[in-house]
């Protein structure tokens, strides 16, 4: 048996079969119509998400029941590896550091809240993490830090982030509003998902960096629009995650305008991006449109993945993918509904 | 059985004031599979339009959905019934699911409010837990700093008769009292809460004539003695154990709530079904200034009674017309067909799942369901011949079906179809004298596991496994021959002489399938030395093989066209027929040989046991025993799994495609027993 056989088989046709049973786009047009969060977390009783409605049933409490969601959804990765080779169950702990750069964000958030804004913290630690996915961060700790210097240097000592939080602490960098952090994170973990592609073989390497790179081209484009009121666009480019589809120099090259740039950007795929050409709305609306855009172009991409050959890396991430999008569609569609109760007097907490 | 049920099309008009008489009599007999008009050539008119509905389906469905999700709250379902018991309007159903559903959401809000406290004294206990032992607690408290942004402490002391007033007043916010020690009349305290709660702790403090103040030494003493931290971490769990039974209070109020309105959400949830099924049967409905017309299938037994009610309901302003399957075939061109009504009795409806799971039989062919459940359960039985094992499958049967009782159809068949297999693994295990791998009784056939191993069987015609082996080859001979058999029946009741004559399943291939095995036995019989004599070869065998060569001629001359001699269409008449030819030889000799897996199967079920038997007896008796019984779990559940996947693969394979067409369209009338859309998709 070829050794993609003997690694894919099993997973692909466990993860295959999950994938039949993601929500479908009926059920979350039903979900987002109900009038109250409980009718929706009713609904959810019968699905795969039947826990987070025990909890709701329990408690009463939407963020309690999204920290269930959450932490199931780390501990899928956790036991598939169980199902994995070496390399693998390498890869999947790369994977993981999403989940655990996510927590680590959430508790300097926290931190940041606490120590430099002064404000009271104690409503959200109830809803924070504290589970190991690869760094055994301690968040006590990390509370009792003192100040930002205390906070990187407590940080560093954990492998993972080391190189990051020492260039914060040698360069006295200020947190200010953490979106340089929180983007230096996101780096680190792009940067090691490439590394780990290295080690696969070719077919499994190319659909991994295309993915990647389709996930760091949004990450791109987000910070552009972002930013584009805010600082020069030479320093935009040069704050570039690396990796993404369209090379950043080619970026750089010609006439710099946030159009052009987008351009270049958007070039390896199709006709799609040029939806995001037009100079109408504002950045937030064309934040939202990006994000609207690049899920179809996702879907288009996986749709083309997944009708080639079955043995490969591609069916794992895009059950990730999928599976992460619904998590993160459903968690948003109940919010909107506690909202829209809350607005209209249709139940929720007034 | 067998044959599914004949079907009559009718086509009626009736005049609109009888809308709703009409409407209800068609959904009480319920066998009427209706067809849109549009889709009937021949009532195709420009004046015809679809009827309009006032009443708003989506909203019913709506609203049905709703009580169906407010339901599961206390996990009930509603139950069909054919019984219309509330007839309220629509507005008024919305508004009381509105009003349920708010009470329900203030039920969770309530719940939301008593967690929101859990998590603040589960948060305080957490901190105290970070201070470490109570010293470093009481330092933290005569310094009156927490070291938390947002945890307060304070020392002081307060009369021992004012302290439980104290603490039942601090007991609405999140606050620890920790009484450190009892001094006179005094109690010297720790005050512990968040410090956003600051100002109204203190005030609550200063109205319970609280003094602000260094613990004394002894304080120290009776804390480090060993209790002061876990004693405010024992009344954290206690408060906390508290506000959950609260939270489980007002679950099972909830619950209550909806289980006390089950009566009109179940009599509500059934009229407004009943009302979308109006609304669905009418949605077939095409309508002139004055007239309704619709029109559908419906099975020849009912006709008389439909006749009959439609009648009634319009009071006589009706015309019916009804016409024959025939008839409609002709007049739309076979554009229309029939649907398939399968009539089996309930204890073979498992079978009729696998055949429908195939493919539903085209109109006026045979229903194989029985024949089904024939050759799957003495496949199954052959393959997993053991009595102990099918008693096993069978008890596992029964359980399942008992645990989920309340379930659909499709798991009960399901369960019913392992007991099936159960029962036919007892009879064959009866019959080879096997008993969870056990001689305990004589066969009353021959020895499977004696074969297996080489013994005696106790049969002289069966002393070898090639004997099994053959045994199953004459069983696949059967079902193809059955099968052969059934494609002939199929052909001529659809008149599809072509079929019936050159198909490969047809009677040429039969007759060539025929004398194939004949030549076999022969050729095998002589040990492999002799063949059959010429003629018998050349009348069974050269001469449908010559026949074959006339099927498109026939074909063309049946369609009208003469044959064209080109010297291109007889190399193309040539070619196909010798692709035919291969076709039925190869085809025939792989269908019949994978019968042999049968065989196989069995052969590796008594192999994988006496592999346990060999293990058990090297093991100590304790690990014997246990090795016996992981080992007859594994066969049970391995080979249990494979003899099922094998029987439905070879019926699918070797048996269907001989003669099923699953082409067919089910029938589907509208019923008070069609079941909507529910809201559990997902």
């Known amino acids: ?350 | 059985m067998i044959l599914s049920s004949k079907m009559n099309h009718l086509t009626a008009v009736v005049t609109r004031t009888h809308l709703e008489s009409v409407t209800e009599i068609l959904l009480q007999t319920g066998v009427m599979d209706f067809i849109k008009t549009e889709e009937i050539p021949f009532l195709r008119d420009q004046r015809l339009q679809s009827l309009e509905i006032s009443e708003s389906a989506a909203r019913m469905a709506e609203s049905r959905l709703r009580i169906e999700t407010l339901l599961r709250t206390a996990d009930l379902l509603p139950v069909m019934s054919d019984e219309l018991t509330a007839n309220d309007t629509l507005d008024k159903i919305e508004k009381m699911l509105d009003a349920l559903s708010g009470e329900q959401q203030r039920f969770r809000d309530s719940q939301q409010d008593l967690q929101s406290e859990i998590n603040r004294l589960l948060d305080l206990k957490r901190q105290m837990e970070l201070f470490g032992d109570e010293k470093a607690l009481l330092e933290r408290a005569q310094q009156g700093m927490s070291g938390y942004s947002f945890l307060f402490m304070e020392t002081g002391s307060i009369e021992s008769r004012m302290l439980p007033g104290l603490e039942e007043s601090l007991g609405t916010l999140t606050t620890i009292v920790i009484e450190a020690v009892s001094i006179g009349k005094l109690s010297h305290c720790i005050i512990m809460g968040m410090k956003k709660d600051q100002n109204e702790i203190r005030r609550r403090l200063e109205s319970a004539s609280w003094q602000q103040g260094p613990l004394p030494p002894e304080a120290a003493a009776g804390l480090s003695s060993g209790n002061g931290n876990s004693r405010a971490a024992g009344d954290i769990d206690e408060k906390v154990k508290g506000l959950r039974e609260k939270q489980n209070k007002i679950k099972e109020e909830s619950r209550d709530y909806i289980s006390g309105k089950m009566e009109w959400l179940q009599s509500t949830w059934n009229d407004l079904r009943i009302r979308e099924l109006h609304l669905k049967i009418q949605s077939y409905f095409s309508a002139s200034e004055s007239c309704l017309l619709f029109n559908g299938w419906v099975p020849q037994e009912h006709r008389e009674a439909l006749d009959t009610g439609i009648k009634k309901a319009a009071q006589g302003h009706c015309l019916l017309e009804w016409h024959d399957t025939r008839w409609v075939e002709k007049t739309t061109e076979g554009k229309l067909t029939p649907p398939v009504e399968m009539k089996n009795p309930g204890a073979l409806r498992p079978f009729e799942m696998l055949v429908k799971n195939f493919g539903t039989p085209a109109y006026g062919t045979i229903d194989p369901t029985p024949l089904v459940a024939l050759s799957y359960l003495t496949m199954f039985g052959l393959m997993f011949g053991d009595a102990g094992h099918g008693l096993v499958l069978m008890l596992a049967g029964f359980l399942l079906f008992f645990r989920d009782r309340k379930k659909g159809k499709e798991p009960k068949y399901l369960y019913t179809l392992i007991i099936y297999c159960g029962g036919a693994a007892v009879i064959a295990g009866i019959l080879f004298g096997s008993w969870f791998g056990y001689g305990w009784f004589p066969p009353l056939w021959f020895n499977f596991h004696a074969v297996v191993e080489g013994h005696s069987s106790g049969r002289e015609a069966i002393s070898s496994i090639y004997d099994i082996l053959l045994i199953t080859i004459w069983f696949g001979i059967i079902v193809l021959a059955l099968g052969i058999l059934l494609n002939i029946v199929n052909s001529i009741r659809k008149r599809d002489w072509i079929s019936l004559v050159f198909s490969k399943s047809g009677i040429l291939g039969g007759w060539m399938y025929a004398a194939g095995i004949h030549t076999a036995f022969v050729f095998a019989g002589s040990s492999y030395k002799t063949m059959p004599s010429a003629p018998v070869l050349l009348l069974g065998l050269g001469l449908p093989a010559l026949l074959l060569l006339l099927k498109e001629p026939v074909e063309q001359a049946l369609e009208g066209h003469s044959f064209s001699l080109k010297p291109s269409s007889v190399m193309n008449l040539f070619m196909e027929w010798i692709v035919e030819l291969l076709e039925i030889f190869s085809g025939y000799l792989a269908n019949t040989l994978s019968f042999m897996r049968v065989a196989g199967l069995g052969i590796a079920h008594v192999s994988l046991m006496t592999a346990f038997f060999q293990m058990a007896d090297m093991a100590p008796p304790a690990g014997g025993f246990i090795i016996l019984l992981l080992g007859n779990a594994l066969v049970i559940a391995l080979e249990g799994l494979s003899a099922g996947i094998q029987s439905l693969r070879l019926n699918y394979y070797e048996f269907f495609s001989k003669y099923f067409n699953g082409t067919g369209r089910a029938y589907e009338p509208v019923s008070l027993k069609t079941r909507l859309g529910g809201n559990s998709e997902s």
């Open chain 1, 1 to 350: 048996m070829s050794k993609a056989l003997t690694r894919y088989s099993f997973i692909n046709a466990k993860l295959k079969t999950r994938m039949d049973f993601l929500l479908k786009e009926n059920f979350y047009k039903k979900l987002e119509d109900r009038p109250n969060l409980n009718e929706a977390m009713l609904m959810l009783k019968p699905s795969s998400y039947g826990l987070m409605e025990k909890i709701y049933e329990q408690t009463g409490d939407l963020k309690m029941a999204e920290k269930e969601l959450r932490e199931k959804e780390i501990g899928f990765y956790k036991e598939l590896k169980r199902h994995t080779d070496e390399l693998l169950s390498g890869f999947l702990d790369v994977l993981l550091v999403k989940y655990d750069i996510e927590i680590l964000k959430d508790w300097i958030r926290l931190w940041f809240d606490s120590r430099i804004r002064k404000r009271d913290i104690s409503a959200l630690t109830p809803y924070m993490i504290r589970m190991k996915v690869i760094t055994p961060l301690d968040p006590d700790a990390l509370m009792a830090c003192g100040s930002e210097e205390e906070l990187y240097a407590f940080i560093s000592t954990y492998d993972l982030y080391r190189d990051v939080f020492e260039q914060y602490r040698e360069q006295k960098k200020a947190l200010n509003n953490l979106y340089d952090l929180e983007r230096d994170l996101d780096r680190l973990r792009f940067q090691k998902i490439r590394e780990a592609a290295a080690n696969f073989p070719d077919k499994d390497k190319e659909i991994i960096l295309k993915l990647t790179g389709m996930e760091i081209d949004f990450e791109n484009m987000l910070h552009l629009l972002r930013m584009i009121p805010l600082m020069p666009l030479e320093q935009i480019l040069e704050d570039m995650i690396p990796g993404g589809r369209s090379s950043a120099g080619e970026l750089g090259r010609g006439k710099l305008s946030e159009k052009s740039i987008l351009e270049k950007s958007l070039s390896p795929y199709g006709s799609m991006g040029t939806l995001l050409l037009r100079d109408e709305g504002n950045p937030r609306q064309k934040m939202e449109m990006i994000e609207a855009v690049f899920d179809e172009i996702k879907t288009r991409e996986t749709a083309k993945i997944l009708r080639r050959d079955p043995f490969t890396i591609g069916i794992m991430l895009i059950y990730f993918i999928r599976k992460s999008g619904e998590c993160r569609r459903l968690v948003s569609i109940l919010n909107k509904v506690q909202y829209k109760s809350q607005i209209m007097g249709t139940g929720g907490l007034t």
